[in-house]
Each structure stands twice: as C-alpha cells, then as structure tokens.
C-alpha cells in the first residue's frame, strides 16, 4: 500500500471537522484551528504514551510479541501519525516537505548517499498529450510500413516513462 502525506493530510483534515466526542458533540468544526498547538501536541503525546507504556510492559515481560502485538503497535502508530499530521497543519508544515528535507540534511550530515528526490505535481492532461503525441508517431510508422519504432516514437516513448517516474503519477512503468 502507498499513501502519500498530501492524500492522508486531505482524508486527516475532512474528517477533523466531522469528529464527535463520545456525547456526539462536534469536536472541531472549524478544523485544527479550533484547538490551540499545546492541545494537539498533548494528543499527539498520549498517544506515544500509550505506545511507550505498552513496550515498557512487553519489554519487562508482562506478555510475549503475538500477532495481536504487532497489531496493536501498529494501530497506535496509525494514531500517532494522525496526530501529528493534525499538529503539522495547525503549525502549517508540509509534512512531506519536512521529512524530505530533514532526511536529506541527515544523511548528508552522516555521509550516507541515500536521498529522498521530491516530485513534481502530477498532471493528467500533460500525460494525455504525451500518449497522444506516441499514438500519432506509432500510427505514422505503421502507416510508412516500418517493423519497429522510428526514433521519434522511441524518443516519445521514453519521455511518457520519463515523467510518470519523475512526477507524483498514480501508475508506474
């Protein structure tokens, strides 16, 4: 499964604005502002807290790592990053912006060559262009009786893969 920061940010913000407390109330109807940053960093701490007293408690023994653990480690990471894209957007942080960026400053700082690249935004109708722009030079080469590609077609052939791995496109080569 792949989710980018952008598309849980939109999901994490529509449904801010629909969540209920336990009484059914509204917790936030005018989104992350409704609550102030010191709120949202203490949800974001229970939630690690709850994370953290849970290790503590396998760590000393009190049970042995199930299937049942690993799902529950997971669902309150799943909470953890809820809370903090929810902190991030109150602060009005990139998550996806951030976490490049700091990535790339630590590994440049301890010499490692692993990079994250940022993507340009993708978009549909430069793609169709693109496919139509082969379609056409395929139907000219069939059309001249040529048994492979001209280097025309083969250059707008490279250039579609070129941009669905160099943009945020939905599919891959």
Same mark, same amino acid.
């Given at each position: 499964?792949?989710?980018?920061?952008?598309?849980?940010?939109?999901?994490?913000?529509?449904?801010?604005?629909?969540?209920?407390? =336990?009484? =059914?109330?509204?917790?936030? &109807?005018? /989104?992350?502002? $409704?609550? &102030?940053?010191?709120?949202? @960093?203490?949800?974001?701490? /229970?939630?690690?807290?709850? *994370? #953290?007293?849970?290790?503590?408690?396998? $760590?000393?023994?009190?049970?042995?790592?199930?299937?049942?653990? +690993?799902?529950?480690?997971?669902?309150?990471?799943?909470?953890? +990053?809820?809370?903090? $894209?929810?902190?991030?957007?109150?602060?009005?942080?990139?998550? =996806?912006?951030?976490?490049?960026?700091? @990535?790339?400053?630590?590994?440049?700082?301890? /010499?490692?060559?692993?990079?994250?690249?940022? !993507?340009?935004?993708?978009?549909? +109708?430069?793609?169709?262009?693109?496919?139509?722009?082969? #379609?056409? /030079?395929?139907?000219?080469? +069939?059309?001249? =009786? *040529?048994?492979?590609?001209?280097?025309?077609?083969?250059?707008? !052939?490279?250039?579609?893969?070129?941009?669905?791995?160099?943009? $945020?496109?939905?599919?891959? &080569?």
């Amino acid at each position: 499964m792949s989710l980018t920061f952008d598309e849980f940010r939109k999901a994490n913000l529509a449904r801010c604005i629909r969540f209920r407390d =336990g009484q =059914g109330r509204l917790c936030h &109807p005018n /989104g992350v502002l $409704d609550w &102030p940053v010191a709120n949202w @960093f203490m949800a974001l701490l /229970g939630e690690l807290g709850e *994370l #953290a007293n849970y290790m503590k408690k396998y $760590d000393r023994g009190d049970f042995l790592w199930t299937h049942e653990s +690993q799902l529950y480690v997971e669902r309150e990471l799943g909470d953890v +990053q809820t809370y903090l $894209d929810l902190l991030a957007a109150r602060l009005d942080v990139n998550l =996806g912006r951030a976490t490049l960026h700091k @990535f790339n400053e630590v590994s440049d700082r301890v /010499g490692a060559d692993v990079k994250l690249v940022e !993507r340009a935004p993708f978009d549909m +109708q430069e793609l169709e262009d693109l496919l139509k722009w082969y #379609a056409d /030079g395929a139907y000219n080469d +069939q059309k001249q =009786g *040529l048994t492979s590609e001209s280097e025309e077609t083969t250059q707008s !052939r490279e250039r579609i893969k070129r941009y669905v791995l160099d943009h $945020d496109a939905p599919i891959r &080569p």
